[in-house]
Each structure stands twice: as structure tokens, then as C-alpha cells.
């Protein structure tokens, strides 16, 4: 939509930053993008529908509501585009790390390289020191070595809600969410902006099941196992165990009540992020019920039935496989539970049988 406006307008446009490289490197990123644009400020406002002021450094104005705010069941989500204004005489910004100096341009359907960093993004290797937030997107979506010229430690750092939203959008929507947060994790970033999550890392857990070792590196595994980078998911699959922390050890459940303390700490969590009420609450039931899959096939229908109806089901078995994938304990509950859920799915739109599948009219006739 916005690019089309720029476009009708004939206004010279470049994506940008990770704009360019998803571009490159064929990675989609429904929720926000990046231009440049030869035009200045107030041409800008008039051409576009609604833009606004973000606190976001170095972009002029976006345009689009907050992204991530989109129920799940939608045919389209639109990007919240941010928008830097270059005017006519104005050269290229010159930006750390380079490779974010690499553009693309949607219209020739051509890439430009005015600072030579091709053969660096082509090898994945930083060539110029960025901060720790460009480190970490470059490392998750794209793979990138950060090497000798990564930052070493998150003291200097400064970011709005808004610019944390968008990174760990970006690192957990990326093929490599794991390493990413890992090397944040390291360098002390998480610490000081996401303090919640660190407490995974000091929470060990039972090396019968888990031989990852602890939360943190539990929650880390399971994001390998991903089919899909969905941004629900990605999230559900970061927090999902953020409650064992916080939970109480018996000898007969190491981790009492941890779903429910999950789903609470998870939704402040998300919240004080300024992610919207869809996105929290469907987070929120993920990890409330992420247990629930590994039962239902045990569990009488009027129990499990309205749990398997919710829409969100299919990415609980999702999130409920990868929990499972990382552990010792082997894909038979995941198998079970889908056979469950096929079961019910037909029964519930049968009309001659009860959700428990018994026929309607034997039930009720003889």
C-alpha cells in the first residue's frame, strides 16, 4: 500500500536495511519494512494516509498501525513502514555495520552496492563494528558471523518499547532465533532490557528429560525444531517455560503450576513491550495450555473440547511439538494427540455422531 502510494506519487524509493537483505536473501517479513525515499517531509505527509512520528531513531515518519496487532485469522497483514526522507541532492546515509548500506529497489527489481559490501553479505561476515541490536538481527535472520566486530557488552545501548518490539520481532521471526539471543544473552543485552528471561538461564533442569540442561537452553532448542518462523509461535516458544522460574518443586511435579505463572509473566512481559491485545492474548493461551496437547488423548471430550476448538489448536500442536522435539521424551505424544484432534475434527462435523463420535441416532433412538 504505502510503496504503491510512492509509486502513483512518482516518488524515488529504496527498501532498506533489512528491507534490502530480506529481499536478498528471499525472507519475508509481513510485520515492518524499511525505505528510503527522495522526498522531502512535508511532500511525504501529504502523499501518505496517517503517518506518524515514531520513537524510533533515524526515520522520518511510519505509516500503518503498530505492527503484530493482527488478529491471527486474516487474509493480509499491511507492514508498518518507517520512512527516512532524502532530498533530491542528498547522498546515501553511511551505515554501521555496511551491509545495511545494501539497497534494493522494488521498481527496476535491481539491488544497489555503493560501499562495496556485496561480497560480505554474500559470505555472511561482518566487515564494519554495528551495535549489538544490528548484531543480532544479521545473526538471526541471515546467519552472519559476527566474529571480532561484534560489541561485547549492552552498557552504552539505549532503545525505545517500540525499537525492542521490532528486534525481537526480527531475531524471532529470522531462521536463527537461537543464536541470536544467545549472543545477546552473553553480551548482557537481555539482561538490561528483557530482565524477565535471564532467570531461565539459572533454572536447571532434569537431565532424564531435558538434556539440553537448563530453561534457557531448553527454550533456545525448541526453536530449531520450527516449521514455521510465525510470530505467535516464535514467542510462545520464547516464553513458554518463563513460569519455572517462578514455580515451586515438589518431588512429585518439578515445576508446579508453571503454565499458568507462564502465561501471567508472559502477558506483563508483552504488554510493557507494546504488543497488541490479540497478539497477547493468543500468546497468553499458548503457554496456558501448552501442557494440555500431551493429555488430551486421555481426556474425555466435554474436557478437551473446547480447548480443541479454539483456532489456535493447530499452533499449540506447533508449539507442543518443538517442547517435544527437544527433550528425550520422543515424538509419540504429538502423534497421539494430532490422531486425537483428526478424531474430533470429523466427528464435530458429522451430524449423525456426538462429539465423542458415539451415533446420534442409536444414542438417542434405542
Keep these: 500500500m504505502v510503496e504503491a502510494q510512492l509509486q502513483s506519487a512518482g516518488v524515488e524509493?529504496?527498501?532498506?536495511?533489512?528491507?534490502?537483505?530480506?529481499?536478498?536473501?528471499?525472507?519475508?517479513?509481513?510485520?515492518?519494512?524499511?525505505?528510503?525515499?527522495r522526498v522531502d517531509l512535508v511532500e511525504l505527509v501529504r502523499i501518505m494516509d496517517e503517518p506518524d512520528f515514531?520513537?524510533?531513531?533515524?526515520?522520518?515518519?511510519?505509516?500503518?498501525?503498530?505492527?503484530?496487532?493482527?488478529?491471527?485469522?486474516?487474509?493480509?497483514i499491511s507492514p508498518r513502514v518507517y520512512i527516512r526522507c532524502l532530498d533530491e541532492?542528498?547522498?546515501?546515509?553511511?551505515?554501521?555495520?555496511?551491509?545495511?548500506?545494501?539497497?534494493?529497489d522494488p521498481?527496476?527489481?535491481?539491488?544497489?552496492?555503493?560501499?562495496g559490501v556485496y561480497h560480505s553479505i554474500r559470505e555472511r561476515k561482518l566487515d564494519?563494528?554495528?551495535d549489538l541490536r544490528s548484531t543480532a538481527v544479521l545473526i538471526a535472520r541471515y546467519g552472519f558471523d559476527p566474529g571480532p566486530l561484534a560489541a561485547l557488552e549492552a552498557s552504552h545501548e539505549t532503545l525505545t518499547v517500540e525499537e525492542q518490539r521490532l528486534l525481537l520481532g526480527d531475531i524471532l521471526t529470522g531462521r536463527h532465533p537461537q543464536k541470536a539471543l544467545d549472543f545477546l544473552l552473553e553480551t548482557g543485552f537481555v539482561a538490561r532490557f528483557w530482565p524477565e528471561l535471564p532467570a531461565m538461564?539459572?533454572?536447571?533442569?532434569?537431565?532424564?528429560?531435558h538434556p539440553e540442561g537448563n530453561v534457557w537452553r531448553h527454550t533456545l532448542e525448541t526453536l530449531r525444531y520450527r516449521k514455521s518462523t510465525d510470530l505467535r509461535l516464535s514467542l510462545a516458544l520464547l516464553?513458554?517455560?518463563?513460569?519455572?522460574?517462578?514455580?515451586s518443586r515438589s518431588e512429585e511435579n518439578e515445576f508446579e503450576s508453571h503454565a499458568e505463572l507462564g502465561a501471567k509473566a508472559a502477558t506483563r512481559f508483552l504488554r510493557q513491550?507494546?504488543?497488541?491485545?490479540?497478539?497477547v492474548q493468543d500468546v497468553r493461551f499458548l503457554i496456558r495450555y501448552h501442557m494440555f496437547p500431551g493429555a488430551i488423548s486421555r481426556m474425555p471430550v466435554h474436557r478437551s473440547g473446547p480447548i480443541m476448538s479454539n483456532k489456535l489448536f493447530p499452533l499449540l500442536l506447533e508449539l507442543y511439538r518443538c517442547d517435544l522435539s527437544s527433550t528425550f521424551r520422543g515424538p509419540e505424544g504429538y502423534y497421539k494427540a494430532c490422531s486425537t484432534y483428526r478424531s474430533f475434527l470429523k466427528n464435530n462435523a458429522n451430524p449423525f455422531r456426538d462429539a465423542e463420535g458415539k451415533k446420534l441416532l442409536r444414542l438417542y433412538v434405542e
Design 201 to 209: 538461564d539459572l533454572t536447571e533442569h532434569s537431565k532424564e528429560y
Design 128 to 130: 564494519s563494528a554495528g
Design 13 to 37: 524509493y529504496y527498501r532498506a536495511e533489512t528491507s534490502a537483505l530480506d529481499a536478498y536473501f528471499d525472507i519475508s517479513n509481513p510485520y515492518h519494512r524499511y525505505l528510503y525515499a
Design 273 to 279: 513491550l507494546g504488543y497488541g491485545e490479540p497478539v
Design 54 to 76: 515514531p520513537g524510533i531513531n533515524g526515520w522520518d515518519v511510519a505509516v500503518g498501525k503498530p505492527e503484530y496487532n493482527a488478529p491471527i485469522v486474516h487474509t493480509e
Design 239 to 247: 516464553l513458554h517455560d518463563i513460569g519455572k522460574p517462578l514455580s
Design 89 to 104: 541532492q542528498s547522498a546515501f546515509p553511511q551505515e554501521e555495520p555496511k551491509v545495511f548500506s545494501f539497497l534494493y
Design 107 to 115: 521498481v527496476g527489481d535491481r539491488y544497489l552496492d555503493k560501499q
